[in-house]
């Protein structure tokens, strides 16, 4: 129990989250103490104070990194940082700013030991305020020295910095990812391995995860330790020599399984006594690895099972890189965030393991892969870090909590190291971001570098590219590079007709020619890439088509601007102008951009086209598809191809419009903000006149020909189920592609097929 001092409100209790006192150096007369202060409850996060000469104060946020986060979290008794804030996300705080300018290594016992300006020494207010986030519960001790036995307690990178696998049979040397070996640990930047005498499946678990593995699986030690015995015995071998060196061990490492890193777990260098050896009849610790479907030897694709219970699916959206990304769950049928309260590393570890990684890095919070856009499922998700899924967590209902997106999960998983960039590279560009692709094939047994036929090269090609190098996105894929000079021993073409999903790890996972076939013969028309960091992320806001939807009998006399500019059927052609009328389905669009990049046209303002209906100029002459179709998806409605002036229509609070079509403006969506084309405006509809009454599927296409690269192009797809008695119309279960699960999209079709005695 915690006593409370007399005099002390328990208002401000919650406020005040941790208090560490660190002893003072011979340095600093009066090292400060710390403390995390702010609205968001106990959850080790908060606006970073220091106490230094009886005063409290803040940090600024100048220079603030995730190295100076690491520190002042160790020093408040954490395990790791989570990330870091800046401009007083926590609200602003009062008195001196202390400290400004920090930069930390990340090693250091304190954050006096940082390099600073001095203390007082500062040129920022308080709306420079730095926060942090730290992860996991309070450690039962603050003091980070060793013991006498070498124990070193639960805080990362003091002791183990990496772990490795060192293949030791045949077959595990030529496999990629290496999955099965002697465990090596980096101790003070030298390598170092485990000794076998005490370990467990629990710590195998927690190397298999910090190497991007999901399981560990048994291993036949007696065959390893007839080799082991081999080698101790051959006298060309060192092995002898180096095994009775203690430096050659680390004793003992105790894992419960559910920690994120080796160095979280209790480890012993070196044996309690003096002189005792550090492995006497033991040998090195082997650990085998499953690695997850995306990994496994073949197509890159698998099966995962799932056992009946409480698993609920999850997915990555918006990521940059392979394994990271906006947590998004599905449940009732619907996929959803997750807000970010209490959200740590052993929850974000149990949906990397899930979706077949390793362990979490980060755990990210305030919705830094982007804002999602519908339910937010999950919220306080408490994991004990052995869970199979993330539904067998404890959680609340979002609801309850007042969560909005602004707060949505994110995590950066650890994934399997396959040297898949090492296969291919860029030449030729103004950066290392862009230029012609080259990849690392074998040609009659031998590897050769080469170009990419560019024929039919596109943007989810591209992406492939940019990912499997680290680059992040695809902004461009050119099919013609003759401005940029490749490699001099890259010249002949070495792949044709490439075909990716979007979703491959690697160029050499697509579909492509067998014997290459590129008639345009390379050079000039060779494939390159430009790649960028973040992307946009369009996505149609589908209640809103499905609230404002309704007909119209617009007569033909106010008509004739949206006929120039072919927003109706064919058939208007051949009526009697102005006499009569057209039957159009009205709605609202609105497009969220969701990504972490603004949306721009691709084309110049010379290249702008004057719509003289909106009375503005349009910058993407295709940029929606408007279709009514039965329902085995044929088309009903000739459909109509909308251009659009892009523009911030609206922004949530906090963030300024920047794109404007007005007086030839700027053109584009912010990042969070949205574009709206309003129901009352023309050509914003289907022109229904000759369809009959029945049932049909309402879709609209945003970005339909991939003009503008995206982050995520699985979600531009909104489509509603439809129903029209030939004077009124219902929309109804208006949802984006991959806003349900594939079980209750085939369940709406097949009660409409079923409703209407389809087959």
Same mark, same amino acid.
């Given at each position: 129990a915690m006593a409370m001092p007399a005099g002390v409100s328990p208002i401000l209790l919650p406020l005040v989250l941790l208090l560490c006192w660190v002893a003072p150096s011979g340095q600093e007369p009066a090292l400060a103490q710390l403390r995390l202060v702010g609205p968001r409850g106990p959850a080790g996060e908060g606006r970073l104070e220091v106490l230094y000469q009886g005063r409290w104060g803040t940090v600024c946020d100048d220079g603030f990194d995730?190295?100076?986060?690491?520190?002042?979290?160790?020093?408040?008794?954490?395990?790791?940082?989570?990330? #870091?804030?800046?401009s007083a996300t926590y609200g602003q705080g009062e008195g001196p700013i202390w400290l400004d300018n920090l930069r930390c290594g990340g090693s250091e016992g304190s954050l006096a030991e940082c390099v600073h300006n001095g203390w007082g020494t500062s040129d920022c207010h308080h709306g420079e305020d730095a926060g942090v986030v730290c992860s996991g519960q309070r450690l039962p001790s603050t003091h980070l020295q060793a013991t006498t036995s070498g124990h070193l307690g639960e805080v990362p990178g003091l002791s183990l910095e990496e772990v490795r696998l060192k293949p030791i049979l045949a077959r595990a040397k030529l496999s990629m990812p290496v999955m099965e070996g002697a465990v090596e640990v980096k101790h003070n930047g030298r390598w170092r391995q485990l000794c076998d005498a005490g370990w467990t499946r629990n710590n195998s678990r927690v190397v298999c995860g910090m190497l991007g593995f999901p399981r560990e699986k048994h291993v036949n030690t007696s065959f390893y330790r007839k080799l082991w015995n081999m080698k101790l015995k051959d006298p060309n071998s060192s092995l002898k020599t180096l095994s009775q060196k203690n430096s050659f061990w680390v004793h003992r490492v105790r894992c419960h399984g559910a920690e994120?890193?080796?160095?979280?777990?209790?480890?012993?260098?070196?044996?309690?006594?003096?002189?005792?050896?550090?492995?006497?009849?033991?040998?090195?610790?082997?650990?085998?690895?499953?690695?997850?479907?995306?990994?496994?030897?073949?197509?890159?694709?698998g099966?995962?099972?799932?056992?009946?219970?409480?698993?609920?699916?999850?997915?990555?959206?918006?990521?940059?890189?392979?394994?990271?990304?906006?947590?998004?769950?599905?449940?009732?049928?619907? #996929?959803?965030?997750?807000?970010?309260k209490q959200w740590d590393l052993a929850a974000a570890s149990v949906v990397c393991r899930q979706l077949g990684y390793g362990t979490a890095k980060q755990a990210l919070v305030g919705a830094q892969m982007g804002q999602g856009l519908g339910p937010i499922h999950m919220s306080e998700v408490r994991c004990t870090g052995h869970e199979r899924s993330l539904g067998e967590c404890r959680f609340q209902d979002a609801e309850r909590s007042g969560c909005r997106h602004e707060a949505d999960a994110a995590v950066r998983c650890r994934v399997p190291h396959m040297d898949f960039q090492s296969q291919v590279r860029l030449a030729g560009g103004r950066s290392p971001e862009e230029g012609v692709v080259e990849v690392l094939v074998l040609v009659q047994g031998q590897l050769q570098w080469g170009t990419v036929c560019g024929a039919q090269w596109g943007l989810n090609e591209a992406m492939v590219v940019c990912r499997q190098l680290g680059l992040g996105f695809a902004s461009h894929a050119l099919q013609e590079t003759w401005y940029w000079a490749g490699s001099p021993d890259a010249t002949r073409v070495v792949m044709s007709g490439v075909r990716c999903a979007g979703t491959e790890l690697a160029l050499q996972q697509c579909q492509r020619h067998g014997p290459v076939h590129c008639p345009s013969g390379g050079g000039r028309f060779s494939a390159g890439v430009t790649c960028t960091a973040h992307a946009p992320d369009l996505v149609m806001n589908a209640q809103l088509v499905q609230e404002t939807a309704y007909l119209e009998d617009r007569p033909l006399g106010l008509l004739y601007c949206a006929h120039e500019e072919r927003c109706l059927s064919r058939s208007a052609d051949h009526m009697h102008w102005p006499y009569g009328h057209r039957r159009l389905l009205r709605f609202s669009s609105q497009i969220h951009n969701l990504g972490r990049a603004d949306f721009r046209p691709r084309m110049g303002r010379h290249a702008w086209t004057w719509h003289q209906c909106h009375r503005h100029f349009h910058s993407i002459e295709v940029f929606t598809h408007y279709d009514l179709l039965t329902l085995n998806g044929s088309k009903v409605a000739e459909g109509h191809k909308a251009s659009f002036?892009?523009?911030?229509?609206?922004?949530?609070?906090?963030?300024?419009?920047?794109?404007?079509?007005?007086?030839?403006?700027?053109?584009?969506?912010?990042?969070?903000?949205?574009?709206?084309?309003?129901?009352?405006?023309?050509?914003?509809?289907?022109?229904?006149?000759?369809?009959?009454?029945g049932s049909y599927t309402f879709q609209v296409v945003v970005n339909p020909k991939h003009e503008v690269a995206e982050s995520d192009f699985s979600n531009n797809v909104m489509q509603c189920q439809c129903k029209y008695d030939g004077q009124r119309i219902w929309m109804h279960?208006?949802?984006?592609?991959?806003?349900?699960?594939?079980?209750?999209?085939?369940?709406?079709?097949?009660?409409?097929?079923?409703?209407n005695n389809l087959v």
């Open positions: 995730f190295h100076a986060a690491t520190v002042a979290c160790r020093q408040l008794g954490y395990a790791a940082a989570v990330t #870091w804030t800046h994120p890193h080796l160095a979280h777990c209790p480890t012993q260098m070196a044996p309690p006594a003096p002189r005792q050896h550090a492995c006497p009849h033991g040998m090195h610790a082997i650990v085998s690895c499953l690695p997850g479907p995306a990994f496994q030897k073949g197509t890159g694709k099966r995962t099972k799932t056992s009946l219970g409480k698993v609920l699916p999850v997915r990555l959206r918006a990521g940059t890189h392979a394994g990271e990304g906006r947590v998004e769950v599905l449940r009732h049928g619907q #996929w959803g965030t997750v807000c970010d002036c892009l523009e911030d229509t609206n922004c949530p609070e906090g963030l300024q419009r920047r794109f404007a079509c007005a007086n030839f403006g700027e053109q584009g969506v912010s990042v969070g903000c949205w574009d709206t084309y309003r129901h009352d405006i023309d050509c914003q509809w289907i022109d229904i006149t000759d369809v009959p009454p279960g208006c949802h984006t592609s991959d806003a349900y699960g594939a079980d209750v999209v085939s369940d709406l079709e097949r009660q409409e097929r079923l409703a």
